[in-house]
């Protein structure tokens, strides 16, 4: 992801106590905010920086924007992990959904897939039956789009989801 955003030190000050009090801006946040820098928050990275570097979808298994699409969604969940768990960021749920995860047929956005076998407290498994016993153009599209259990090798071998988790 370095290619897409960079943090400042946190040596660096760019805010500090006004003489009466209050926050002053320093001469340095004044030349980066004029263009260079910008500040952030979960929802401006998810829609400014995760879903930019989205490559094309689907992408294939295996292939070399791999490595990319698991790295946006692992850092998408615990960004939005973090504000679930503080019972904020209803709003930002909406951009997880263009997100990348990993399923039988490639990666494809969250939006467009659906729990498969092996997630908890899913149909999932019901639901690989009924695609596998429908044989129709529609329920093979339905497959590639179901998501890959959260233990899944192309989760990169740290479970891009805890199996019984919600982020």
């Known amino acids: 992801m370095r290619p897409f955003i960079a943090f400042l030190h ?3 000050e760019v805010h500090v106590p006004g003489p009466e009090g209050g ?15 910008q500040p952030f928050g979960v929802e401006q990275i998810l829609r400014n920086v995760l879903i930019p570097a989205t490559p ?9 924007q791999e490595g990319l699409c698991r790295a946006i969604i692992q850092w998408g969940l615990r960004l939005v992990a973090n504000l679930v768990a ?3 960021g209803e709003n930002t ?3 997880l959904g263009r997100l990348p995860v990993p399923c039988q047929g490639g990666w ?19 639901l690989q039956e009924y695609l596998l016993g429908a044989r129709t153009e529609e329920s093979r599209d ?6 890959l259990p959260p233990d899944h090798e192309f989760g990169g071998g740290c479970c891009i989801l805890k199996p019984g988790s919600s982020f």
């Open 10 to 12: 946190e040596s660096i």
């Open 23 to 37: 926050i002053r801006v320093t001469p340095i946040q004044r030349y980066l905010s004029s263009a260079l820098v």
């Open 56 to 64: 094309a979808l689907p992408v294939s298994l295996g292939s070399k």
């Open 86 to 88: 503080k019972d904020k």
């Open 93 to 95: 749920l909406k951009y």
């Open 108 to 126: 494809f956005t969250l939006n467009d897939a659906s729990f498969g076998p092996g997630w908890n407290e899913t149909i999932g498994e019901h």
């Open 142 to 147: 339905a497959m590639d789009r179901l998501m």
